[in-house]
């Protein structure tokens, strides 16, 4: 089993910059592709961002909405991969979770087979 715990979410400005973290363990961490997802009330979960696993490299991929102001990124010394948020908007507000498999195809579907409980981003305006 892979537990995932994510963290560093809160209440920032419109402009401003939040890095949300996702800390990893049970299977080796650098098999596994990583994603996150974003959940705004009364909408569906929404892809946001991946990094492929030890079969994948060190590839990248972003939704188009958040493309140039988000980044995802990995330290395997501490199993944890983050999504530094610049440049935040008020639509960026939702739960963000954070998704592992060691398909990058099905993480980025929102079918990997683990997933994180969940953290809030709230941008105000």
């Given at each position: 089993q892979v537990q995932?715990?994510?963290?560093?979410?809160?209440?920032?400005?419109a402009g401003g910059s939040l890095r949300l973290s996702c800390a990893a363990s049970g299977r080796t961490?650098?098999?596994?592709?990583m994603a996150w997802f974003r959940q705004a009330p009364g909408k569906e979960r929404d892809f946001v961002a991946a990094n492929g696993g030890l079969w994948e490299g060190a590839r990248t991929y972003y939704a188009?909405?958040?493309?140039?102001?988000?980044?995802?990124s990995r330290d395997n010394t501490k199993n944890t991969v983050y999504l530094q948020m610049n440049s935040l908007k008020p639509e960026d507000t939702a739960v963000y979770y954070c998704a592992a498999d060691r398909s990058l195809g099905t993480v980025v579907a929102g079918t990997g087979a683990y997933w994180g409980q969940g953290t809030q981003v709230t941008v105000s305006s």
């Open positions: 995932l715990v994510e963290s560093g979410g809160g209440l920032v400005q961490f650098s098999s596994n592709a188009d909405s958040v493309k140039g102001r988000f980044t995802i």
